[in-house]
């Protein structure tokens, strides 16, 4: 289910294919991960590190999820690591959602990096 838009998730745990109540269950989502989501998110503490030895090296680095975008800013912002990726991918910037490559091609894109070069 992680990754799954929210409308997905509630078809797939309910069973029920309407999309009034699916779209009433991501709303009371959304609203609640607002209140919640960035000041519980927790930053594994070798990140900060890697992410500094990468932009050494001259990696170009990427977030995509199916998070919203402004979400994943402001995580980022919280660890002060914002300036630390070059391109972020949120779920708004989609129209197909994970397991579909359409973020990662879209990261690409947006970095300049030909898709038989990525790794």
Do not use: C, N, W
Not at 85 to 94: A, H, K, M, P
């Amino acid at each position: 289910m992680i990754g799954l838009p929210l409308q997905a998730m509630f078809h797939a745990l309910t069973a029920d294919d309407r999309p009034e109540p699916a779209d009433e269950f991501a709303r009371r989502f959304v609203a609640r991960a607002d209140e919640v989501m960035v000041a519980s998110t927790k930053i594994y503490p070798e990140v900060p590190g890697l992410l500094a030895r990468l932009r050494e090296r001259g990696v170009a680095t990427a977030i995509v999820s199916s998070k919203f975008r402004y979400r994943i800013e402001a995580i980022l912002d919280v660890a002060d690591l914002r300036a630390s990726i070059d391109v972020i991918v949120g779920g708004e910037d989609v129209q197909r959602h994970k397991p579909d490559p359409e973020g990662l091609v879209l990261a690409l894109s947006r970095l300049e990096v030909p898709a038989s070069s990525a790794r």
